[in-house]
C-alpha cells in the first residue's frame, strides 16, 4: 500500500519508497550549498548515492529478465483497466464483470509487479515523478525536496518515527511493524485516533471511494493531525467534450497508471465532508508546469529503449524486453504536453488538517 503514515507508538505502512530524512537532509543542503561547499562529504555521498542506483538497476534488470510469459501476458493485458473510470460504472462492469473491483485489484498486482521494476531502470524507481521544485535539482533530488516539504507540511519532527525498513532498524526503532492493506477494501485496520499525521503520493485514482478513505483516514488519525496528499488531477482547461482533449486524456491514463480521474475540487470536498480543514491546495511545480521533469525522465526511457531495442536485435536479451519497454515508453509526448496545455498534473498537493480537540 503506498499511503502511509506515522505515529509516535510505533507502526507506519509499508512502502517501495526509499525516503528518508538523511536523504532528503543530504539532497536539501546539495542543492542549497550549490554544490559548493563539503565537496568531500559530497563526493562520498554522489558515490554511495550512486553505487545504490546501480544496484537497485542490477536487481531490476534480473528480474525483468526472469520474467516469466505469464506474468509479461498479465503485465501488458492490466492496462485493460486504465481505459476505464471508476465514475463510469456501467462500462467497468461491461469490460470486467460484476466482481470489477476484485478484478482491478488482480491487474494491479500484475502492473505493479512489473512496473516497479521498468521505473527502477530510470531514476524513477519511487514511481512518481515529483514536482518541479527546483530548476538546478535533478529527478531524484526534486523528488526528496518534495519529500522534505510533506515533513514540513505535516510537521514533522526531527525524531518522529518514520516509514522506511532499513531506516527504522538503523535508529533501533525495531517495535515498528509495517502493515500492507488494499484501500479499496475498507475499513483500515487501525483503531480511531492512531497516527499523528499522514501522506500519500499519486494513489488515489486507483481509489475507487475516495470520500470513504478520506472518512477512515480521518478516523484513524489524531485530533490536529495534519495530512498531505499529492497526486493526479484533471485541471479546470481540461474539456473531455473537446476531442483533442480526449484523446490526450486516452493516451496519457495508461501511461502514468491512472483509473480514476479526481479534480482539485473533488478531493477537497471528499475531505472537507470527511471533517478535515483543507490548509493548502495547489499545484506544487514551478509555475504550475511539471513538463521539464517529464521530458528528462521521457528521454532517458526513450535512450533506453533503444539500447534494449538493440540488445534484443542482437538476441543478448530476452524478447519480452522489447514488448515491456515498447509499452512503457508509449505516449511520453502525450503526458508532456497535457501538461503543459494545463489540462491534467500529477503535481497537485493538498495539505489538510483535522481539528484539534477542544
Ligand atoms: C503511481 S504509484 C505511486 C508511488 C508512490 N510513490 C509509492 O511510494 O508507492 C501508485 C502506488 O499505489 C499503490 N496502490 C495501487 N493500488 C492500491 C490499492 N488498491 N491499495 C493500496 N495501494 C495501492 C501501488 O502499489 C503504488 O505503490
Same mark, same amino acid.
Given at each position: 500500500m503506498t499511503l502511509q503514515s506515522l505515529r509516535h507508538s510505533g507502526r507506519s505502512s509499508e512502502s517501495n519508497t526509499e525516503s528518508s530524512l538523511d536523504d532528503i537532509d543530504i539532497?536539501?543542503?546539495?542543492?542549497?550549498?550549490?554544490?559548493?561547499?563539503?565537496?568531500?562529504?559530497?563526493?562520498?555521498?554522489?558515490?554511495?548515492?550512486?553505487?545504490?542506483? !546501480?544496484?537497485?538497476? !542490477?536487481?531490476?534488470?534480473?528480474?525483468? &529478465?526472469?520474467?516469466?510469459?505469464? &506474468?509479461?501476458?498479465?503485465?501488458?493485458?492490466?492496462?485493460?483497466?486504465?481505459?476505464?473510470? !471508476?465514475? #463510469?460504472?456501467?462500462?467497468?462492469?461491461?469490460?470486467l464483470g460484476e466482481d470489477y473491483q476484485q478484478k482491478v485489484g488482480d491487474c494491479l498486482k500484475a502492473y505493479y509487479g512489473v512496473l516497479n521494476h521498468l521505473c527502477a531502470l530510470g531514476d524513477v524507481e519511487k514511481m512518481y515523478i515529483p514536482p518541479w521544485m527546483s530548476k538546478k535539482a535533478t529527478v531524484r533530488e526534486n523528488q526528496l525536496l518534495y519529500e522534505e516539504s510533506i515533513a514540513q507540511d505535516i510537521g514533522l519532527k526531527s525524531g518522529d518515527k518514520l516509514f522506511r525498513r532499513s531506516f527504522n532498524a538503523q535508529r533501533g526503532f525495531s517495535n515498528n511493524t509495517f502493515v500492507v492493506q488494499d484501500f479499496n477494501n475498507l475499513p483500515l485496520p487501525f483503531e480511531d485516533e492512531t497516527f499523528d499525521a499522514f501522506y500519500q503520493i499519486q494513489a488515489l485514482s486507483l481509489c475507487k471511494d475516495i470520500p470513504a478513505l478520506f472518512r477512515e483516514i480521518y478516523r484513524v488519525v489524531k485530533p490536529g493531525a495534519k495530512i498531505s496528499s499529492l497526486d493526479w488531477v484533471s485541471l479546470p482547461a481540461y474539456d473531455p467534450q473537446n476531442p483533442e482533449h480526449a484523446e490526450l486524456m486516452r493516451r496519457v491514463k495508461p501511461l502514468i497508471g491512472a483509473v480514476g480521474t479526481p479534480t482539485p475540487e473533488s478531493l477537497e470536498k471528499a475531505?472537507? #465532508?470527511?471533517?478535515?480543514?483543507?490548509?493548502?491546495?495547489?499545484?506544487?511545480?514551478?509555475d504550475g508546469l511539471q513538463a521539464p521533469l517529464i521530458d528528462t525522465v521521457d528521454g532517458y526511457f526513450r535512450a533506453m529503449r533503444q539500447v534494449i531495442l538493440g540488445l534484443v536485435k542482437l538476441h543478448l536479451i530476452p524478447h519480452h524486453f522489447k514488448t515491456l519497454i515498447n509499452r512503457f515508453c508509449l505516449d511520453g509526448l502525450a503526458f508532456i504536453k497535457m501538461d503543459n496545455m494545463r489540462l491534467a498534473t500529477t503535481s497537485y498537493r493538498i495539505v489538510a488538517q483535522k481539528p484539534a480537540r477542544n
Amino acid at each position: 500500500m503506498t499511503l502511509q503514515s506515522l505515529r509516535h507508538s510505533g507502526r507506519s505502512s509499508e512502502s517501495n519508497t526509499e525516503s528518508s530524512l538523511d536523504d532528503i537532509d543530504i539532497a536539501k543542503r546539495n542543492i542549497a550549498t550549490g554544490l559548493s561547499r563539503g565537496r568531500h562529504a559530497h563526493v562520498d555521498r554522489k558515490h554511495a548515492a550512486a553505487s545504490k542506483r !546501480w544496484k537497485t538497476f !542490477w536487481s531490476a534488470f534480473r528480474y525483468l &529478465q526472469g520474467l516469466t510469459p505469464k &506474468q509479461v501476458d498479465d503485465f501488458m493485458a492490466s492496462y485493460v483497466i486504465y481505459n476505464l473510470d !471508476w465514475s #463510469d460504472e456501467k462500462q467497468m462492469i461491461a469490460t470486467l464483470g460484476e466482481d470489477y473491483q476484485q478484478k482491478v485489484g488482480d491487474c494491479l498486482k500484475a502492473y505493479y509487479g512489473v512496473l516497479n521494476h521498468l521505473c527502477a531502470l530510470g531514476d524513477v524507481e519511487k514511481m512518481y515523478i515529483p514536482p518541479w521544485m527546483s530548476k538546478k535539482a535533478t529527478v531524484r533530488e526534486n523528488q526528496l525536496l518534495y519529500e522534505e516539504s510533506i515533513a514540513q507540511d505535516i510537521g514533522l519532527k526531527s525524531g518522529d518515527k518514520l516509514f522506511r525498513r532499513s531506516f527504522n532498524a538503523q535508529r533501533g526503532f525495531s517495535n515498528n511493524t509495517f502493515v500492507v492493506q488494499d484501500f479499496n477494501n475498507l475499513p483500515l485496520p487501525f483503531e480511531d485516533e492512531t497516527f499523528d499525521a499522514f501522506y500519500q503520493i499519486q494513489a488515489l485514482s486507483l481509489c475507487k471511494d475516495i470520500p470513504a478513505l478520506f472518512r477512515e483516514i480521518y478516523r484513524v488519525v489524531k485530533p490536529g493531525a495534519k495530512i498531505s496528499s499529492l497526486d493526479w488531477v484533471s485541471l479546470p482547461a481540461y474539456d473531455p467534450q473537446n476531442p483533442e482533449h480526449a484523446e490526450l486524456m486516452r493516451r496519457v491514463k495508461p501511461l502514468i497508471g491512472a483509473v480514476g480521474t479526481p479534480t482539485p475540487e473533488s478531493l477537497e470536498k471528499a475531505l472537507t #465532508d470527511a471533517g478535515f480543514v483543507v490548509l493548502k491546495s495547489d499545484n506544487a511545480s514551478i509555475d504550475g508546469l511539471q513538463a521539464p521533469l517529464i521530458d528528462t525522465v521521457d528521454g532517458y526511457f526513450r535512450a533506453m529503449r533503444q539500447v534494449i531495442l538493440g540488445l534484443v536485435k542482437l538476441h543478448l536479451i530476452p524478447h519480452h524486453f522489447k514488448t515491456l519497454i515498447n509499452r512503457f515508453c508509449l505516449d511520453g509526448l502525450a503526458f508532456i504536453k497535457m501538461d503543459n496545455m494545463r489540462l491534467a498534473t500529477t503535481s497537485y498537493r493538498i495539505v489538510a488538517q483535522k481539528p484539534a480537540r477542544n
